[in-house]
């Protein structure tokens, strides 16, 4: 019987790092920094520099730090912000948190990202900033969205969650836009041992600005310039960090080469394969291929162990929470049908050559190959 292929092993990527990890660990226990401190100012200096920006600043998730975009932005009620529908919802509730209102363009087809050319039809005197995602770690269509916003004055902001160390024409994504947002939640490709996200920007005022507002609206300590939150990174994520970061490229590399993989073993079935567009190296967050009978192929898989996943089932223009924005089923075509069609296939350094067969196998035999 064939082993299982989980969707995801986190063990298997601490298992080679874990001496590095504890000994880290253990450091940051002695010097008992347990909300920020030097591992916490080391890793913002390095991811910095990682994404050659001038500056990072570290939260306490992907989610906070997406939040204290907007509200460096001063988007606030009554405004709206552009972003797109297929993305995780922690996108759109940055908008929603300050009292703004998300307003959302359809996707392009293959890349699922932001439509460039749908922007313009949605910016109304309310815009205050355009939000893309480089979803599933491939790059958006930087220029063409920078070109629209330069053009009617929009800041942009990167919503850079899954997509670590991709590039976009050479460049690593992460200093496009006015103030780009990472997550280091354990899934993405830097990870935490627990929750964790970054702000980067080069911008020192803005950078200022974030670090107060991630520590309750202060720079001195009981004394509160603006109502601020407690956003703050743990000592302890920051030593981890900073020891992952040291792995990141290498894994990248591996993801990308396991991804090139399945693209040879699935070239002839089928399934519509993520494909690199090229201005584009993706980080290959995620692997998600298309298919009209996704469901039955989901099923196929499931019986034979092998971990896949849906992202995402259902548009969040779609969302429950969101039906008093008075959106409807067909007002994104694009990201509605890729909602039904993607299925996202196990992809992570520690999967290996034999597992990405096993998968291509189980695939080849549900379209009778
Ligand atoms: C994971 C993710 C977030 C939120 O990050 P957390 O660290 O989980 O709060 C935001 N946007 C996207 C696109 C994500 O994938």
Redesign the pocket.
Known sequence: MNEPVPYLDLPAQMRPIRKEIDAAISRALDNCSFCLGPDVVQFEKDFATYCGAEHCVA?N??????HVAMLLLNVGPGDEVITTPT?????S??ISYTGARPVFVDIEDPTFNMDPALIAKAITPKTKAVMP???YGHPFAVDPILDVCKKHNLPLVE?A??AHGARYKGRMIGTFGAVS?F???P??NLGAYG???GLVTNDAALAARARALREHGSTVRYYHDEVGFNYRMEGIQGAVLGVKLKHLDAWTRERRRLAARYHELLADTPLQLPREAAYAESAC?LYVVRHADRDNLKKHLDANRIGCALHYPVPLHLQKCYANLGYKPGDFPVAEKAACQCLSLPVYPELGDARVERVAASIREFFGK
């Open positions: 939260f998730s992907g989610t906070s730090a997406l993305t995780f919802v922690a996108t509730w940055a995602v480089h979803l919503d969650a899954q947002c997550s280091f939640y899934g993405k929750e964790g996200g967050h």
